[in-house]
């Protein structure tokens, strides 16, 4: 029996339209009978108009089924009858990195400074400026960075950490995703493996970076009238941009 893929339900809205996405499932006979009674550009009142259909074989067959409404919840025109057209969407998102990797981290945030007894250490001038735990070799014969407050023998606290708990950092993540119309699948197959990994400066039509992009996916579909190219770029995390020792 043909049923919705749990949580295969997706939304993006962008600034004049509305695209939603569903994937079925079901057996691949199923999945063909569902097929031929929908039609690409057919329209219902709940998604707009239907735009693209993509099938995916397999033990259990998929059927990703996207639709596009205007922002006013009419039905939004198809796209431009010219190949090479490019449209594209823009996705941001949160990763969480070590409290380390934050620009101007500090040691004392997320450390106990510990001083020893029989030194007398007092709280050194440098506690609150120093953005690693190395310390010198004549340093660390009074002092200690600790993570954790244990008894040493020998060790006395003299400072706390400033952020107690925090251990990690939220970093934005830019992702491009852009859609280009092709003539045929030799043009898509060729424009996927020049694009793929490799580091581009600006993307879709001229959007340019904080640094700049890598092309880290793409997939190519049939929907029903021409083969559309999807890349997804990823943009660098500053303004060194990708590596270019490391990729293209």
Not at 19 to 48: K, M
Not at 194 to 219: F, H, P, Q, Y
Request: aromatic residues 10%; hydrophobic residues 30%.
């Amino acid at each position: 029996m043909i049923s919705k893929k749990y949580q295969s339900e997706a939304y993006e809205e962008t600034r004049d339209s509305y695209r939603s996405s569903v994937v079925y499932q079901g057996s691949r006979e199923e999945i063909e009978e569902f097929r031929n009674g929908i039609e690409i550009g057919s329209a219902n009142s709940e998604n707009g108009i239907l735009r693209s259909v993509k099938y995916t074989p397999g033990p259990i067959c998929e059927l990703e089924l996207v639709y596009e409404r205007s922002c006013d919840g009419g039905g939004v025109e198809g796209p431009p009858e010219v190949f090479g057209k490019k449209s594209a969407s823009v996705n941001a998102s949160l990763i969480s990195l070590p409290l380390e990797s934050a620009k101007n981290y500090r040691a004392c945030w997320n450390h106990y400074l510990l001083g020893k007894i029989k030194e007398k250490a007092a709280l050194p001038s440098w506690h609150k400026t120093r953005s690693d735990t190395v310390l010198s070799a004549e340093e660390a014969a009074k002092y200690q960075w600790a993570k954790e407050l244990t008894a040493a023998d020998g060790w006395m606290p003299l400072a706390k950490p400033t952020k107690p708990g925090v251990e990690t950092i939220d970093k934005a993540v830019y992702t491009l995703t852009e859609s280009i119309k092709c003539r045929n699948l030799t043009q898509g197959m060729k424009l996927l493996s020049g694009k793929l990994n490799k580091i581009t400066e600006s993307v879709a039509g001229g959007l340019s970076a904080d640094g700049n992009w890598k092309c880290d996916s793409g997939d190519l579909s049939w929907n029903g009238k021409y083969w559309v190219a999807r890349l997804s770029y990823t943009m660098s995390g500053d303004k060194k941009g990708w590596d270019k020792d490391l990729y293209e």
